[in-house]
């Protein structure tokens, strides 16, 4: 099994409107030798987090409601980095998944939106038409 490491240093990228993350001088705290301490604050949602499916679906789940190893399996990346058109192409994700088991494995919808906001550019969220979204519900339903 290989991980691959999404995280990234707070700070790097902030929600456009979100407050940035704000670090204050060092502080003396600890014993003889007075180790250093930062304050720092930041919004409730930099850093790494997982969407859980309540944020999606009426009755979806919350992150507490599944097991801390659920979150350890193999991944099948869809790719499509880079994509110009505001809409993933539904064929395609049928084409990349139709023969693919998912059973124990999680997919990652990879399409480099991050990575172009990173660099300043003014992209918008790449969206999935509806039917697309429920193939993919619906596969992975009849393994889980």
């Known amino acids: 099994m290989k991980i691959i490491d999404i995280t990234m240093w707070m ?3 902030v929600y456009p409107g979100d407050k940035p993350l704000q670090i204050s001088d060092p502080y003396s705290a600890f014993g003889k030798d ?4 930062y304050n720092f604050s930041t919004n409730s949602a930099d850093g790494t987090h997982i969407q859980s499916p309540h944020y999606f679906l009426k009755d979806g789940k919350k992150i507490n409601e599944f097991p801390i ?3 350890q ?16 192409p539904g064929n395609e994700l049928r084409k990349q998944l139709d023969k ?9 919808l990879r ?13 918008k969220d790449k969206r999935m038409h509806p039917e697309d979204a429920q193939y ?9």
């Open 11 to 13: 700070g790097n990228w």
């Open 34 to 37: 007075k180790e250093f301490c």
């Open 69 to 71: 190893d659920y979150f």
């Open 73 to 88: 399996r193999e991944a099948v990346v869809v790719d499509f980095y880079n994509l110009q058109d505001e809409f993933i």
């Open 100 to 108: 693919e088991n998912l059973t124990n494995k999680a997919v990652i």
């Open 111 to 123: 399409t480099g939106i991050m990575d172009q906001l990173l660099e300043g550019k003014n992209e």
């Open 136 to 144: 993919l519900i619906d596969k992975l339903k009849r393994i889980h």
